[in-house]
C-alpha cells in the first residue's frame, strides 16, 4: 500500500521474485472508466474504488482459498479500503511504503510510461490514512533502497506469518 509513485511495484515484484510468490498489480484491475478518469488528472472517489477493491478482494480470496501465497499492489490508502480487503481474508498483511511528499512528487514527475499524472500527488497524501496500531504490517521508508525495503519486509513477514525466508 501507499501513494501513487511511493514505491508499491518496486518492493512488490522484489518480494514476489525472492518469494517466488504470484504477484498482481492492483492499477491493472481499474476499469477503463477508473484509467481515463486519473489519465484526465481527476482523482477517483470511493465510488470508483469499490467496484475495483471488490476485485482486488476476490484476487485475494481466491488465492487464499487454494492456500497460495502472493503480493498485491493496491494504494488502499483509507482504512475502509483496506478493510474491505482484509474481510474474511485473515492472511492479509500490509506493507506500507510510506515518504515524504516532495520525494514522492519527484518521483512520479521523472516516472515513464504509468498514466498517474503528477497533478494528482497531493489528492492522494489528502487521501492517505496511515496504518493503524491494530492492523496487521509494517511501514516501510520509501527513501531506502528497494532491496533494503525488501529484506526488511521479508524479515517482519517471516517473524509475524512463519514466512520461510529465500
Ligand atoms: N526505493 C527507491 N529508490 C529510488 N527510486 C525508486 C524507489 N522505489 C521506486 N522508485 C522509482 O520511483 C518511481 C515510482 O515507483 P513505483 O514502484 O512505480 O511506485 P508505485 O507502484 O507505488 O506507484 C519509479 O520510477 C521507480 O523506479
Ligand atoms: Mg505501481
Known amino acids: ?32 472508466a477508473n484509467v481515463a478518469k486519473m489519465k484526465a488528472g481527476q482523482a477517483l472517489d470511493d465510488e470508483d474504488r469499490w467496484p475495483w477493491l471488490r476485485d482486488l478482494a476476490a484476487w485475494i480470496g481466491a488465492h487464499e482459498g487454494e492456500g497460495r501465497s502472493c503480493v498485491l499492489t493496491c494504494s488502499a490508502l483509507k482504512r475502509s479500503y483496506r478493510d474491505l480487503l482484509r474481510d474474511g481474508h485473515p492472511s492479509v498483511w500490509f506493507a506500507h511504503v510510506s515518504g515524504s511528499q ?36 509494517r511501514v516501510l521508508p520509501a527513501s531506502g533502497s528497494p532491496e533494503q525495503a525488501v529484506d526488511e519486509l521479508l524479515a517482519d513477514l517471516s517473524r509475524d506469518r512463519g514466512v520461510p525466508l529465500p
Open 1 to 32: 500500500m501507499g501513494v501513487s509513485g511511493s514505491g508499491k511495484t518496486t518492493v512488490a515484484t522484489g518480494v514476489a521474485r525472492r518469494l517466488g510468490w504470484d504477484f498482481t498489480e492492483g492499477d491493472d484491475h481499474h476499469p477503463a
Open 102 to 137: 516532495e520525494l514522492i512528487a519527484e518521483r512520479v514527475q521523472k516516472r515513464q510510461g504509468h498514466y498517474m499524472p503528477p497533478s494528482l500527488v497531493p489528492s492522494q497524501f489528502a487521501t492517505l490514512e496511515p496504518l493503524g496500531d491494530d492492523e496487521p504490517g
